[in-house]
């Protein structure tokens, strides 16, 4: 960082993920001795592409977290609230709700461990990890819209965290590739697949 021509820029003010600083670096005439490369000379595109590979299964990780936090918080509200002289856990519509929600947290956490044991494995996994941070990241949207939903006009002050919790899962279908590239990235391995 006292590279000359390093300077940092301001912290965003961002809507979720507000405990994790993002901050520009700007590189202006930056000159990085080669012992501080890493990796080969004209190779960076492949490594920043590998390294999104495994990333990917990171942010997945951290979708099914906050997928998971969303639903607790959703169940125990629906045990504890009542409406209509029974608690909301007792109506079969958010019964459903939170079947499907676990259901999906359930899913992604598995394609999830299946991208993680084929990269631990050494296996071929950029389909996997891109499937499993697609399904990961737009159920943590999801379940966290439902569970904000479950809560009702609670769920939308910030006393109760899955208003928190809501804004959190936002981000996880944009970093380490939108939804729309990961759907890129999975069609274009299943054109390998199946020699289309």
């Known amino acids: 960082t006292d590279t000359e021509g390093f300077t940092v820029g301001k912290d965003e003010d961002k809507m979720g993920i507000r405990s994790s600083s993002t901050t520009q670096m700007h590189m202006d005439n930056c000159v990085v001795p080669d012992a501080w490369r890493l990796g080969d000379v004209n190779k960076g595109f492949k490594i920043a ?3 999104l590979e495994g990333g990917r299964i990171g942010i997945a990780a951290q979708g099914i977290g906050i ?24 109506f079969q519509g958010l019964q459903w709700m939170m ?22 494995n050494g296996l071929p996994y950029s389909k996997e990890s891109s499937q499993a941070k697609l399904w990961a990241s737009e ?7 439902k569970a904000v939903q479950i ?26 590739g939108t939804s729309e590239i990961q759907r890129l990235v999975i069609f274009r391995q299943l054109l390998n697949e199946y020699g289309i």
């Open 49 to 51: 592409m590998t390294t």
């Open 67 to 90: 997928a998971q936090g969303a639903f607790e918080h959703a169940i125990r509200y629906a045990q504890e609230r009542r409406a209509f002289d029974q608690e909301l856990s007792q």
């Open 99 to 120: 079947a499907d929600m676990e259901t999906q947290i359930e899913a992604a956490r598995l394609l999830t461990l299946k991208a993680a044991w084929k990269k631990e």
């Open 139 to 145: 159920a943590a949207v999801e379940v966290t819209r």
């Open 151 to 176: 809560h009702g006009g609670y769920g939308y002050i910030k006393e109760y965290p899955v208003e928190r919790l809501y804004r959190d899962a936002k981000i996880t279908e944009i970093y380490e």
